[in-house]
C-alpha cells in the first residue's frame, strides 16, 4: 500500500470558455495524515512530494448533479494501490448547478472535459514525470457511463436523435462503468469501436438505468470476451455512491439511502478491491 497526497486543481475550456475544478489524489512520497475535505475525509497529505512512479491515471466520472467527492472511497484505494486519481466536477451538471442536465451541450461537454483533465497532467508541477499520461481508465457512475463510453469510442446521439460531435480519446484504455446511462447510444453500431476492457456494473433495484442499458453494452460491442458484467443484489442505482459520514446521513438525505437491508460500507470495501484487482489486471 502506497502512501496518498491530494491538490486541488482548475481545467480550463478555451474553447467553450470555461473553467471546472478537478480533486486529485496520488501515490506520494510519504504517509500523511487526515485531510478534511467539506464533510470528507481522506487519508493524504495536501500538495506533498508524489512518488516516483509513473502511475496510471483514472479519471472519475460522476452522474448527473453529483459532485467530485462522491467517490472518494474508490479514489483512496486506487491511489494506495498505484493509481493518479482525477475527480472533475462537470461543468453545468452537478448539485450545485444543474442547468445543462438533459441538454445535448451536455453530451459534448462531458467528454471533451476527461480529454482536458488528462492534457492537464503534462502541465502539472508535482505529478510531473510520475504519471503516466497516455495510460488511463475512466470509471464512471450512471452519466459518467455515457461519458466513459463516449472517449473510449461511443458514438452517441442526442435526445432529438441526432449525433452528439465527440472525440474519442486514445488514452483511455479501460472502463469501470457503474449503473451506465447508455439511453445515448440507441442506434445499432453505436459503440462499434470500443474495444478496450470493461468491468460494469448493475444493481437489483435500479429503476433509473435498469438492465437493458447493461444490455445495450454487450449487445453492440464488438468483442464481449472483454466484458464482466457484475449483478449487485439489492442495491440501488445511489449505492455506488461512497458512504457518507454519519453526522450527514438523515432520511431525507436521497444520497444516501439504500434498499432496506443493503450494506453500502462493506460493499464499497469489496466494490474497491474488484477495481483495483480489474485495472491492475489492465495496466499490470
Known sequence: MKHVGCQHIRVWDDQANIGFPVFIMYP????????????????A???????QGPYPVVVISHGSGGNRLAYLTYAQALAEAGYVVMMPEHFGNNKDDNFLEGKTRNLELRPRHITLCLNALAENDIL????????AALLGHSMGGYTGLAVAGGKPWSITKRPVPVTPDA??????LMAPATDFYMPDGSLAEVTVPILVYHAQHDTLTPFNN??????????????????????????FLSPFPK??????????????????????????????AFLDGVFG
Not at 506520494?28 to 487519508?43: L, M, N, Q, S, W
Not at 497529505?45 to 512518488?51: M, Y
Not at 434498499?259 to 477495481?275: C, S
Request: proline fraction near 5%; avoid cysteine; aromatic fraction near 6%.
Open 128 to 135: 510531473v514525470g510520475a504519471v503516466q499520461t497516455d495510460n
Open 171 to 176: 488514452r483511455i484504455k479501460a472502463l469501470v
Open 28 to 43: 506520494a512520497e510519504d504517509a500523511h495524515g487526515t485531510y478534511e475535505i467539506g464533510p470528507f475525509k481522506v487519508t
Open 214 to 239: 447493461v444490455e445495450r453494452i454487450l449487445d453492440q460491442v464488438p468483442d464481449k470476451s472483454k466484458i464482466t458484467v457484475n449483478h449487485v443484489e439489492n442495491a440501488g442505482h445511489l449505492s
Open 247 to 276: 453526522e450527514i446521513v438523515t432520511p431525507d438525505f436521497i444520497p444516501a439511502q439504500d434498499p432496506e437491508g443493503f450494506d453500502r460500507v462493506a460493499f464499497h470495501q469489496r466494490l474497491t478491491g474488484e477495481v483495483v
Open 45 to 51: 497529505g495536501l500538495n506533498v512530494t508524489a512518488g
